[in-house]
C-alpha cells in the first residue's frame, strides 16, 4: 500500500490491476482523522485512550475505547479489503494500534528520514531535492487546525523551508534565477525568515537588480518590526549594503528608515560592516537549517535558518 498524508491523504493499491485509489474524502470523518493519528505518530503503538482523545477531544463518545476499534475495522475495511487483519499495515499491538511503515508505504516517514539523512550530512543536495519533491503540500490538508497534525504540519515546514534554503544557496552563484525562486518558496512558508531574505537579496543582486534588493530588504524590515516589534540583525542590513556596493560600486547612504543601527562617517556614507569583500557565495554561517525546530501551538518569532 502507499498512502499519502503530504497534502490531502490519498491511499492507493500498486497491486491491484485496476489502479485503485481513495481519498480522504471517500472515508468517514473519523475513520480518516484515526489513520491521520496513526500516520502522524507511525511505528508507535496509540493506545485507545490516546487515540479517542486526539481524535474526538473533549467530546469523546460514552464508550471511548470502543470508538478507536470501530473506526480501525472500517479503515481495514476501506483500505485493504480481504487482507486478514494480521497483515494489515494497521496493526494491533499492546492494547492499541500501530502504523506499520514495513507494511506500507508513507511518506512522511520518508520525509522524515531524508531530513535525518540531511541533518547528518550537510553536502547531501540529493536528499534536500527530494525533501522537496515529497512535501508537495504540508501534511493532513483535511485536518489543518487539528491539534493532532499540527506537531507534524510544523516539523514538514520546518524540513521543507531548510531544504529550499539550502538549495537556494547552492545555486545563488551559478543560477540566481533558480535561487530567487527557492527562496520565495521559502519566505512564503516562513516569512520571519531571515535566512531567507538574504539569500533572495543575494539572488536579485546575482541578476544586477539594486531596487529589487532594497525592496527585499524593506520587506524583511516591515515583517520583523511591523509583525514582532525586533529590527533585523546586523548580518541582513550588512548584506543590504554590501550587495548595493557591489552593484553601484560605491557606498551606499546612511538610512535610518531601514533600520540602521551603525554611525555614518564624516563623509556622509555608512560604514559597512561586512567589508567590501563580501560576494554572493553560501552564507557563512554554522549549523544546517533542517532541525525539526517547532513545537505545536508556538508562537511564531523570528527564525534564523
Not at 25 to 44: C, F, K
Not at 58 to 77: D, K
Not at 187 to 209: F, K, N, Q, S
Amino acid at each position: 500500500m502507499d498512502v499519502r498524508v503530504l497534502g490531502t491523504i490519498e491511499i492507493i493499491d500498486p497491486a491491484d490491476a485496476t489502479g485503485r485509489r481513495l481519498i480522504g474524502a471517500d472515508l468517514p470523518r473519523r475513520a480518516r482523522q484515526v489513520l491521520g493519528v496513526l500516520a502522524a505518530r507511525h511505528d508507535r503503538v496509540q493506545s485507545k485512550d490516546a487515540l479517542a482523545d486526539a481524535v474526538w477531544g473533549e467530546e469523546l463518545p460514552g464508550n471511548h475505547a470502543a470508538a478507536p476499534e470501530h473506526y480501525v475495522s472500517v479503515l481495514r475495511r476501506a483500505l485493504q479489503p480481504g487482507v486478514p487483519t494480521s497483515r494489515s499495515f494497521i496493526v494491533t499491538r499492546a492494547g492499541g494500534y500501530v502504523f506499520a511503515t514495513d507494511r506500507a508505504r508513507l511518506d512522511l516517514a520518508e520525509l522524515r528520514a531524508a531530513a535525518r539523512v540531511a541533518e547528518a550530512e550537510p553536502d547531501r543536495a540529493d536528499v534536500r531535492e527530494e525533501i522537496v519533491r515529497l512535501a508537495r503540500d504540508l501534511p493532513f490538508t483535511e485536518d489543518e487546525y487539528a491539534d493532532w497534525a499540527a506537531p507534524a504540519r510544523a516539523e514538514v515546514k520546518a524540513a521543507l523551508v531548510g531544504a529550499l534554503l539550502d538549495l537556494a544557496e547552492r545555486a545563488v552563484d551559478g543560477d540566481p534565477g533558480r535561487a530567487l525562486r527557492l527562496g520565495r518558496q521559502a519566505l512564503e512558508l516562513e516569512p520571519y525568515a531571515e535566512r531567507g531574505y538574504r539569500v533572495v537579496m543575494r539572488a536579485v543582486a546575482g541578476l544586477g537588480r539594486k531596487d529589487e534588493v532594497l525592496r527585499w530588504y524593506e520587506r524583511c524590515v516591515r515583517a520583523l518590526t511591523d509583525e514582532l516589534g525586533i529590527a533585523p540583525a546586523g548580518a541582513t542590513t550588512a548584506l543590504r549594503d554590501a550587495l548595493v556596493v557591489t552593484i553601484e560600486g560605491g557606498p551606499p547612504a546612511f538610512d535610518r528608515r531601514r533600520g540602521d543601527r551603525r554611525r555614518a562617517s564624516r563623509d556622509g556614507t555608512a560604514g559597512s560592516a561586512a567589508g567590501p569583500g563580501l560576494g554572493f557565495g553560501r552564507e557563512p554561517e554554522p549549523g544546517s537549517a533542517l532541525g525539526l525546530e517547532f513545537a505545536a501551538g508556538a508562537v511564531p518569532g523570528p527564525v534564523d535558518h
